[in-house]
């Protein structure tokens, strides 16, 4: 027999399904949670990371990794830690490429890292420095040079 509140509990005063109250929540418990909240919100932390890249003589084109990003000297942001290749070039010069190690501070290594990317409150900037030396140009070779030494070339293969 069920009643949801009909007649039977009007007249009998039997409530088949018993009434409970939940107490309301103390004001501690919710202030607490508040808090607890905010605290992951603010407590998020930032790990930016730059490589400066310059050039000797300075202002030429750099590409890193195939994509090019500006003229020397420039700082990139980068993501990943690695081996990354630089190519730079200008138009006086021929183009030189140097692969760059971009190795991780203390603290973006496990299990450090997790801590500064997600729990310290404080940024940090880590900075890598490359410079790119373009070797001297060559004088080109007068003629009477290049002559003479097609001529030592013809004579060891004989």
Request: one cysteine or more.
């Amino acid at each position: 027999m069920v009643d949801s509140g009909g007649l039977l509990s009007r007249c009998t005063g039997f409530h088949p399904v018993p009434r409970v109250r939940i107490p309301p929540s103390p004001p501690i418990a919710s202030l607490l949670l508040a808090l607890l909240a905010l605290l992951a919100l603010l407590a998020t932390g930032c790990v930016e990371r730059f490589v400066r890249i310059d050039s000797d003589p300075a202002g030429a084109e750099i590409h890193v990794n195939g994509r090019h990003v500006g003229r020397a000297p420039i700082d990139v942001p980068f993501v990943h830690y690695g081996t990354v290749r630089v190519d730079a070039w200008t138009a006086e010069r021929p183009g030189v490429t140097q692969y760059v190690e971009l190795a991780p501070p203390w603290y973006e290594r496990f299990p450090f890292e997790l801590v500064a990317e997600l729990l310290d409150p404080f940024d940090h900037v880590d900075r890598h420095e490359v410079t790119i030396v373009f070797p001297e140009a060559a004088t080109p070779a007068t003629r009477e040079e290049v002559l003479r030494r097609a001529e030592e070339l013809r004579a060891e293969t004989r």
